[in-house]
């Protein structure tokens, strides 16, 4: 794609004339001392038709446990409930074990 570009005097001199071109589909390359500042081009129009519903129709599966209620445990922590059966892996007996540091060679 082809890019006009002009300088910041020229932009302001005829800025109607390249807004009329970036409306129509060019971009226009705005710089300042032959170093680009900005870009002119054209905004995309919003959507105008709603999007189409089921176009994953056959390749997305939900099993029917997805239905199912959540474990009371399990929505606990969700709001912020602390459960026992959940403790800290730092403070449970036999959960955490920081891994052995390798003896530095002597040398």
């Known amino acids: 794609m082809v890019m006009i570009v002009i ?29 680009p500042v900005a870009e002119l081009r054209a905004v995309e129009s919003p959507r105008t038709e ?9 390749r997305v599966e939900v099993p029917a446990t997805f239905f199912e209620p959540l474990p009371g445990d399990l929505l606990d ?13 730092a403070e449970s007996p036999a959960g955490y074990h920081a891994p052995k540091r390798a003896k530095p060679r002597k040398r």
């Not at 001199?13 to 170093?35: D, H, P, Q, T, W």
């Not at 709603?50 to 056959?58: F, I, K, M, N, Q």
């Not at 922590?77 to 892996?89: D, Q, Y």
């Open 50 to 58: 709603p999007r189409p519903v089921g176009l994953a129709e056959g």
């Open 77 to 89: 922590g969700f709001a912020g409930m602390p459960s026992p059966a959940h403790a800290r892996v």
């Open 7 to 35: 300088n910041i005097f020229e932009a302001k001199a005829k800025l109607s004339e390249y807004l009329e071109m970036a409306a129509s589909g060019e971009r226009v390359l705005i710089c300042k001392r032959n170093r």
